[in-house]
């Protein structure tokens, strides 16, 4: 086991009488919260979103892979149920509005957690400190401080906040990758007339956006759980609206990792997405295209002003497709700008803490086979900072919420001082989502997102 990183000297330090800054009030981050509550660290909540919720409100039309009974935190429970809430049935696949409606908002509305949340407050920067990260001598003990740009009735106000440690539980939701396949955006993807024709991964096309897509052509890119939700709303509306064509494409080869463990995932929900996906392939609701990494786009030249070409492959195997609209259900990646001036301990590759990286490397692990793992995995150099919830994943899609409520919890220990609570793990068997090692272009999220939903 690693050495627990020390997030404070043992002398006390003006920075022990401040709280504990959680960043985000998404499901991780509240939970936090609640944690912090239950051991003692006095939490600050800051919210960029009007309320709590932010991300996952923008795919509340999206059920759930994992049922209630997966998606609550202990702590939060707990003050739910202290102020008289009762929990949802246990067994039941929640949507995400309702995750947003039946949970987080009834907790945001619990004293405890109301007096301490701040929404409309993005944090843009984190240091610690009056000196930049190169100064090391005497950082350890002074606060961090994190630049707070607030959106009030009289305009933008920056304001700082001092704290004793930081949670970043902000998710990726905000971070979406490119539809380029190395990284970086396909040639044209910025383009003006190209950009109306992009949405991101979930898109409501069987409610608000529905006009967007019955009778049209609509790409979608990607090969995670998002975009196996958008293919089979679109393949429901392909039956209901005449004219309307589904097509999909993916990087790879082989369709069967998306496909998933199907009847050996522990999580029923999950496997049926798989199958029912199988199922609109091979009967021609969806049409496949394989091998297929996109690599330019351009605006459709006729006159009509609308549509967008898209070229995938390369060299001789490049071909073009024309469609109205592209769906980039390509995955998420953490948002690192803000954290420029921490001392970070990140994997070059995964982008998440090196001690958690080869314990999710999407290239080796499924969802069931990442363990617990809590305050030692996710410390860094800078003493007290910690990612969690999904943002601690970095690139890698295999997130489930009831990893991120564990790992708030032995945060929450560690900086009370209990090590031994903090190291004290423990999750949910969850089977198989995947019947080989996927690759990176999984979907990662949101956000914020925290996943388990059927969206991720």
């Known amino acids: 086991m690693q050495q627990m990183t020390s997030t404070a000297p043992s002398a006390p330090s003006a920075a022990d009488a401040l709280p504990v800054a959680v960043i985000g009030a998404g499901p991780v981050g509240l939970a936090a919260a609640a944690h912090l509550l239950e051991h003692g ?8 979103g009007d309320d709590v919720g932010a991300a996952i409100r ?19 429970t707990r003050l739910l149920e202290a102020a008289g809430w009762e929990q949802p049935r246990p067994t039941a696949l929640p949507w995400g509005r309702e995750i947003v409606e039946d949970y987080l908002e009834p907790l945001a509305q ?10 409309r407050s993005r944090v843009v920067a984190v240091t610690r400190g009056s000196r930049d990260k190169t100064h090391v001598r005497g950082r350890e003990g002074e606060p961090f401080v994190l630049r707070v740009r607030r959106r009030t009735e009289a305009g933008l106000q920056v304001d700082e906040v001092r704290a004793r440690a930081v949670i970043d539980a902000t998710g990726t939701w905000s971070a979406p990758n490119p539809l380029g396949a190395a990284g970086l955006p396909a040639l044209g993807e910025d383009a003006p007339g190209v950009v109306p024709h992009l949405t991101g991964a979930l898109p409501d096309a069987l409610g608000e956006e529905r006009q967007r897509f019955a009778g049209r052509h609509t790409l979608v890119v990607g090969a995670g759980h998002s975009a196996t939700n958008t293919l089979l709303n679109l393949a429901q509306l392909a039956r209901e609206e005449p004219g309307t064509q589904v097509h999909w ?3 790879g080869q082989d369709p069967g990792r998306t496909y998933g463990g199907r009847d050996a995932d522990g999580l029923p929900a999950r496997g049926m997405l798989g199958t029912r996906l199988q199922r609109a392939v091979e009967s021609g609701a969806v049409q496949l295209h394989a091998q ?3 690599s330019a786009l351009r605006p459709v030249e006729d006159g009509k002003g609308h549509g ?11 071909r073009e497709l024309t469609v109205d609209t592209v769906v980039a259900a390509t995955g998420f990646r953490p948002e ?16 998440a803490p090196v001690r958690l990286a080869p314990l999710i490397d999407p290239e080796i692990h499924s969802c069931g086979t990442v363990p617990a793992h809590g305050a030692d995995v996710l410390a860094h150099p800078e003493g007290g900072f910690f990612l969690a919830g999904m943002k601690s994943y970095g690139r890698a899609p295999t997130f489930l919420l009831a990893t991120g409520y564990e790992q708030v919890r032995s945060i929450a220990a560690h900086l009370a001082g209990d090590d031994a609570v903090a190291r004290d793990l423990t999750l949910p068997e969850t089977g198989v989502c995947s019947v080989a090692a996927p690759e990176p272009e999984l979907i990662g999220v949101p956000t914020g997102v925290a996943h388990g939903r059927t969206g991720d």
């Open 41 to 48: 660290p006095e939490p600050l909540i800051l919210e960029a």
């Open 58 to 76: 923008q795919w509340g039309h999206i059920r759930l892979f994992s049922p209630w009974r997966y998606d609550l935190d202990s702590a939060s």
């Open 110 to 119: 619990v004293p405890a957690i109301r007096d301490r949340l701040r929404t």
């Open 249 to 251: 494409a993916i990087r």
């Open 292 to 294: 297929a990494s996109v």
């Open 308 to 318: 967008v070409v898209v070229t995938v492959g390369d060299g001789d195997s490049a």
């Open 336 to 351: 690192l700008d803000m954290l420029r001036e921490l001392r970070l301990e990140l994997d070059p590759a995964v982008e």
